[in-house]
């Protein structure tokens, strides 16, 4: 069992930047995709970005160019660069972790309000 925790949410103005930080109560070693999620204001949850164990790494189309999502597992954590951002990007945002098994892991989620 993994617990993952975020941080790094807040209140930031248009064209500013956050960096989001999850961090692990274990090993994530056995943890072969790691992800944001975000779910704005009345509406559904989806996918802003994943990375693999090996590296690679997908983004949606909205944030590409914008927003890096990192893992470092010796540290356990998983981070999401956020630069460039717009009003539009104003959610809670989540991390997500999946284990082989289809065994899935969740954060409780952390606010990020882009706004003047």
């Known amino acids: 069992q993994v617990q993952l925790v975020e941080s790094g949410g807040g209140l930031v103005q248009p064209g500013g930047s956050l960096r989001l930080s999850c961090a692990a109560s274990?090993?994530?070693?056995?943890?072969?995709?790691m992800a944001w999620y975000r779910q704005p204001p009345g509406k559904q949850r989806e996918l802003v970005a994943s990375?693999?164990?090996?590296?690679?790494?997908n983004y949606v189309d909205s944030v590409q160019g914008r927003f890096t999502i990192s893992r470092d597992n010796a540290k356990k954590m998983v981070s999401l660069q956020m630069n460039s951002l717009k009003p539009e990007d104003t959610a809670v945002y989540y991390c997500?972790?999946?284990?082989?098994?289809?065994?899935?892991?969740w954060g409780q989620g952390t606010q990020v309000t882009v706004s003047s």
């Open positions: 997500y972790g999946r284990q082989l098994g289809d065994v899935n892991y």
């Open positions: 274990g090993s994530i070693d056995t943890l072969y995709v």
């Open positions: 990375i693999k164990n090996g590296g690679s790494r």
